[in-house]
């Protein structure tokens, strides 16, 4: 059998993993615990009985960026949409990273930003964080003035850490920056600022955001960015036409009439998971307070991936980021309904004890 080798620059890269398990509470990849209301199946199903299915899709997608940019009080052509924002983050470093050219991140923070940048063939520049996790602004700077990145990421709540970015330290990195600021925002809801309110034409500054949490919608595989007209145009060209099929656009454009049920949800996981971080204070462990729907702990009485192992045995599946750099013997636990947490707290309670 003739292997084909792969680009000498892939060789030592290594794929993002995330184990799925069969168990049954699944807290491990940050998705909305609930389904989108009935009323969104029924839109939605109404409207999929009339689809044209021997027809391209709108290429330009132009009802859900209509949809998303009234959200958000901007203009259609500051909306860039595709298959994730995994999917946004790819063409934004397809069109802006590549051979010779270098993106920096601020770790540990979402891995898919540092990967997608190195399958362009970039090179990237990890920062570090302090050791609380929260951003050195003096870090900022010696990246930027030492390798001078052509893309600079945050992340707002910031995965896997939960930590929001105080607008202040935004505002300083995007002083900083040379080049373009990437706000990861797919936690956005969660927190009390966005920097949604810092785009306008004038500024190198994009917003991600991603239908795959707040909006339950992570089946639909839907995400977009909010940033100037000309960059849209740019990524425009560099996407392929027609990736946006036509029931996804007509999913993503539906969900947005019901806002008021997101935000309720939203506001129960906000408490479920202020419940999970009261029940964490009385346990032998440490976690970081999360602005997010999610919380990652390190456990003081065993190892991480030890407590990983004897909670699946419990049936409870949470994310194992022990052995990733920087979050030695930590794991990640999303939020899930009461009855999950529930299941979640007592299983780690019986694992820590
Ligand atoms: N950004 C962050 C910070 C994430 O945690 C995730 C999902 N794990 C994504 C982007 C990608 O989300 P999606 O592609 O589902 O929109």
Redesign the pocket.
Known sequence: MVRIAVRDDLKALEGYHSPQVSVRVRLN??ESPTAPPAAWHDAFASELSRLEWHRYPDRAATELRAAIAALHGVDPSQVFAAN???EVLQTLLLTYAGPGRTIATFEPT?Q?HAHIARLTGATVVEGERRGDFTLDLGEVRRVCESFDPVVTFL?SPN?PTGLVEPEANVRAVMDMATGLVVV?E?YGQFADWSALDLIDEETPLVVTR?F?KTWSM?GA?L?YLVGPSWLVAELDKVILPYHLDAAKQIAGRLALRFVDDMEARVQLIVSERDRIQSAFDNMALHYWPSGANFVLFRPRTRSGRDTWQALVEHSVLVRDCSSWPRLENCLRVTVGTPEENNAFLYALQEVLS
């Open positions: 990849t940050n994730g924002s995994n979402y898919l992340c995965n990861d797919a991603t795959s992570a595989r995400g």
